[in-house]
């Protein structure tokens, strides 16, 4: 079974007036997301991602297609149990504490209050809010609520968590420490679908993506086939000791070049003229520093989807 | 029903916390206080003064809260898309009106009870009576301030805060004009403006019928078949607005 089924959701909003088009946020979006798996979903600013979700949800209603949840249909209450959901940018009530917060939460969710009690204090720490558990939300900073915000979402100890944005917000080193949380809730065979817009976070953590631009779904499967499929590879060379004419041989053969002092950095197209050019180095009598392959990035694929778009 | 008792001591709880409730009940007490001093100051109506202004400060504040407080009940849950968490969970778009409201509602009684208590102090130590007419009198003030409630909550379910309290407020003006507005009615020839009048009068409530502070401030009682009726009224025009504001919301997409 799958945590997630999604096929052909369409949502149009109708005009509140009569002589106003109509207009379509989501169109024939199809995806499915298996147990246990980190999904990616993609896309920029009103793509539809956060709309998605909240049909997923029950917030919004498909206009037409088949969304199903854990099994059910979505917007049923009973699911709602085994779900976790952290919206984008989260607000949370100013004048309740961390602890007062989660117990809140974790209240509404149908946990006894021994069981609260009991996971409270180690949901903190895992969120490094331990210090602020008597602080009211209303004085925690942007990165803090966020905090708190996935806190929440795992109270409940839920299958399947839904995290809409989740680094925004948040520096580097929380970035991180969300990322080694979605692949700590994977470890523990939870099944995560989160969107955002920073690429690199989904290139390290994610099973599979899925792309999404102005309502259609334009890529969806692993990252390694997206990436690999769309773009052209290319190697970065880095050498020592060549300077001036000596390097002009090896410059025909880059793409593109760059010289700091005795440093320079060349961009191959590819493989095949890797002999060529570390034979032309070794001929100038320069020192080879490093090789990288650059295999195509993600976000390569994402603006190269989103331009044939348009 | 568990999630809609966290729902209402949640909202209890973060009511309670807001200093804005505090200047209210402070602003009463000073009414209260000033009811004294206004008393000295007349000959003979001393204890009606000081009963009349102290409960006409205590319905204000409970008004003001009831619409004010009312209002932010759901649509600040919407404006601050607190919202989609808790709707999010194993909860009922019902239970969480329910929730707010009940919430609300306790804030509302324990508030009344305070003031209340302090009133009574004040009526005490003046050396005025206390007649059992000025418990009728605070018993329906809470009947009403539940039914506003009721309105600023059905209105805040469908629209903005600004045009929800508009609306709770004009009902609440019309619903103490209500008996003008049958004698506008039988009184006018247009047929039409007769039918706009008579429905209002049958749609609004009729809030006169809950206020008995002028007959209670001179210590007489009500009788006690007229107070029933009154609180089944304003009870029963509350939970219809409550179903109201549950169907709403029920429909409603975030």
Known sequence: MEAILIEHLTKTYKPMWPWQPASTVLSDVSLSVAKGEIFGFLGHNGAGKTTTMKILLGLLRGTSGRVEVLGEPAGDVGTHARIGYLPESPYFYDYLTAGEFLEFYGSIAGLPADVIRDRVPPLLERVGLTEARHRQLRKFSKGMLQRIGLAQTLIHDPELIILDEPMSGLDPMGRKEVRDLILSLRDQGKTVFFSTHILSDVEMICDRVGILAKGKMLALGRIEDLAGEHVAQSVEVVCDGVMGAEIDAIKRLAMRTLQRGNRCLMVLPGHDCLEEALAALRQAGGKLVSIIPHKGSLEETFIEQSLRRG | ?254
């Not at chain 2, 039918?195 to 210590?219: D, H, R, S, W």
């Open chain 2, 1 to 254: 029903m568990h999630c809609l008792i966290a729902v209402a001591a949640n909202t209890f709880r973060e009511t309670l916390r807001d200093k804005i409730l505090y200047n209210l009940v402070f602003f009463a007490l000073l009414l209260i206080a000033a009811s004294v001093l206004l008393g000295t100051l007349t000959i003979g109506e001393q204890a009606r003064i000081v009963n009349d202004l102290g409960l006409a400060a205590i319905n204000l504040v409970a008004i003001i809260i009831a619409i004010f407080v009312g209002i932010g009940l759901v649509s600040k849950e919407i404006e601050r898309r607190t919202i989609y968490t808790i709707l999010a969970r194993p909860i009922t778009r019902g239970q969480f009106v329910l929730g707010k409201y009940l919430g609300l509602a306790l804030i509302v009684i324990v508030n009344v009870g305070i003031m209340f208590a302090i009133f009574l102090a004040t009526v005490w130590l003046s050396g005025h009576t206390v007649h059992g007419s000025l418990f009728q009198a605070v018993e329906l003030i809470v009947i009403e301030a539940l039914l506003v409630m009721g309105l600023a909550l059905f209105f805040s379910t469908f629209s903005s805060s600004v045009l929800s309290a508009t609306m709770a407020i004009g009902f609440y003006i019309i619903g103490h004009l209500t008996g003008d507005l049958k004698a506008i009615a039988e009184k006018n020839s247009s047929q039409g403006m007769k039918a706009v009048m008579t429905a209002f009068y049958y749609v609004c409530p009729n809030l006169e019928t809950l206020n008995i502070k002028g007959q209670a401030a001179a210590g007489i009682p009500v009788d006690i078949g007229f107070q029933a009726m009154a609180t089944a009224y304003g009870l029963m025009y509350a939970g219809l607005l409550l179903v109201g504001a549950c169907l709403i919301f029920q429909r409603r997409e975030f």
